[in-house]
């Protein structure tokens, strides 16, 4: 009677680990997955700056299977993803970002958006960077209307750098 029980125990125990390699199985795709489908959102998360005579900063953008340039990026020292828009007056960030970064909200200003008009918040970054490229003082919307965790990086941003788009690439330059 004894070696049946210790058979079935050793089945069970089989079964067991059988389900647990299972699941750190499928726990590893979902990891490998959600890292492959964060990098063709924002292939941009680790950027190279060179760096050529005269102080010039350069950073080469890959555009995104959306055709967006999407980028890892910096304010005030902070981690945060840009989605480059050159169609945007300025830097506009939703307000849980902003939150996230202990932005205070000033003055309301009435803002255009592709819904209408809305209401944005004043503000001023100390620094925002992409890559080696960084700019300093410069301003800001708190834009509750955006539904997104990406901070469009506008032209108050745009305006002091060089751009040029080739092909899926759009380098920017930062010219002292």
Not at 21 to 50: C, E, H, I, K, M
Not at 91 to 109: E, K
Not at 133 to 138: K, N, Q, S, T
Not at 145 to 153: A, C, D, I, P
């Amino acid at each position: 009677m004894g070696g049946d029980e210790e058979v079935r125990e050793q089945k069970r125990m089989g079964t067991t680990m059988q389900a647990l390699a299972w699941l750190v199985l499928l726990a590893l795709g979902v990891a490998y997955f959600s890292d492959f489908l964060d990098r063709q959102y924002n292939p941009n998360q680790s950027l190279q700056t060179g760096y050529s005579e005269g102080g010039v900063r350069e950073v080469v953008l890959q555009r995104n299977k959306f055709g967006h340039y999407v980028a890892s990026g910096e304010i005030n020292g902070q981690a945060v993803t840009f989605m480059l828009d050159t169609g945007a007056t300025g830097v506009a960030i939703p307000s849980p970002v902003a939150s996230r970064l202990g932005l205070r909200r000033g003055a309301a200003f009435p803002t255009q958006t592709a819904n209408g008009m809305s209401t944005s918040y004043a503000a001023t970054l100390d620094s925002i960077g992409v890559g080696g490229i960084e700019l300093y003082d410069v301003p800001a919307a708190i834009s509750p209307g955006l539904q997104t965790e990406e901070v469009l990086l506008g032209m108050s941003f745009l305006k002091h750098i060089e751009f040029t788009q080739r092909g899926d690439t759009l380098i920017l330059r930062q010219i002292p």
